[in-house]
DNA sequence: ACCCAGGGTCGTC
DNA sequence: GACGACCCTGGG
């Protein structure tokens, strides 16, 4: 395939930095110039900022026009839902003003499963390693400037691949996981495709918890980042937790606060945005 | 050397 | 509903 190239000016709200260090994705790195490049779908991307000027370029399976603007959300109005936000109280403005170039990119459902599955009581670079080597090992080659990328494995890709296999990439206690959920959703017990018709968030979240290693905080993330896009989800996991209990609750005794309490004063403060405003203050307190 | 924590989930009580 | 166990890696 031929590279494709797309250049964007007078964009707001799109910080690459933001964008991929913002923990809702696992595949993109920074390069020497300070541009990024990642594999997402078939395609192979870098992405620079010049001044004003955001320039794709890459492998691309189709219109790199119509694919980068669907990947990183280029219709939704980033403006006015800072600004909405903005109006909570100080502690998500400033959190709003510190990532203030985040868009929430539309990920593969099936790869955020199970990149999110992996990322369970495990650290960022321990997870990128895993999902890279699981990607060198089952997806396919695609060669770019001399260098050798690999697409994120289909599920077909995992039919056959055993506990032990994932165990071999350093799944850990993972591996098990990670293979009933591919062959429930090669068996339809849980149809993907189904799951984007459904409107009602409740419900396709408790259709993601009947998932092997899915549980609430991983069915919020799946929500948030994948192309499920759902913004009224609050997923909890330490740093959350560690924000939330310091701007609003103050309780000594961190490990105490109850999670009920946490979602109540998300939903009060935050309402339908309380996905995005997670997105701003977990970015905030871990980077800060 | 040793301990701890990391974008939690699961089985057991 | 609370509690410990779970794989593995990096950092103090």
Redesign the pocket.
Same mark, same amino acid.
């Given at each position: 395939m031929e590279e494709q190239k797309y250049v964007l000016e007078n964009q707001d709200s799109f910080e690459l930095k933001h964008i991929f260090d $913002? *923990? =809702?994705c696992f595949r993109w790195n920074e390069e020497t110039d300070g541009s990024y490049t990642g594999v997402f779908g078939k395609n192979v991307l870098n992405v620079q900022k010049q001044c004003k000027k955001i320039i794709f370029k890459g492998i691309v399976d189709g219109n790199i026009e119509e694919i980068v603007t669907d990947y990183f959300d280029l219709n939704r109005n980033y403006l006015e839902i800072k600004e909405q936000l903005s109006k909570i109280d100080e502690n998500v403005s400033s959190s709003v003003k510190y990532g203030e170039g985040i868009r929430i990119l539309n990920q593969d459902l099936w790869e955020t499963i199970i990149s999110f599955i992996i990322?369970?009581?495990?650290?960022?670079? @321990?997870i990128k390693g895993i999902i890279e080597r699981l990607s060198e090992k089952y997806g396919q080659e695609i060669e770019w400037n001399g260098k050798k990328y690999y697409t994120f494995p289909t599920r077909q890709e995992l039919e056959n691949v055993t506990v032990q296999d994932f @165990?071999n990439l350093?799944a *850990? %206690?993972r591996d098990v @996981?990670l293979y009933e959920t591919t062959h429930m959703i090669l068996d339809k017990k849980v149809d993907l495709d189904k799951l984007h018709h459904e409107k009602d968030t409740e419900i396709v979240r408790e259709e993601l918890l009947t998932l092997?290693? #899915? *549980? +609430?905080? #991983?069915?919020d $993330?799946i929500l948030l980042f994948s192309t499920l896009k759902r913004f009224d989800v609050f +997923?909890i996991? #330490?740093? #959350?937790r560690r924000v939330m209990n310091e701007l609003y609750i103050k309780n000594p005794d961190e490990k105490k606060v109850n999670k009920k309490e946490i979602e109540k004063i998300a939903l009060e403060k935050f309402g339908s945005l309380e996905g995005l405003a =997670? =997105?701003y203050l %977990?970015y905030w307190k871990r980077e800060a």
């Open positions: $913002c *923990g =809702q990322s369970a009581n495990n650290n960022i670079p @321990r @165990r350093g *850990g %206690f @996981r092997s290693g #899915v *549980g +609430p905080k #991983v069915a $993330c +997923p996991d #330490v740093w #959350v =997670q =997105q %977990f």
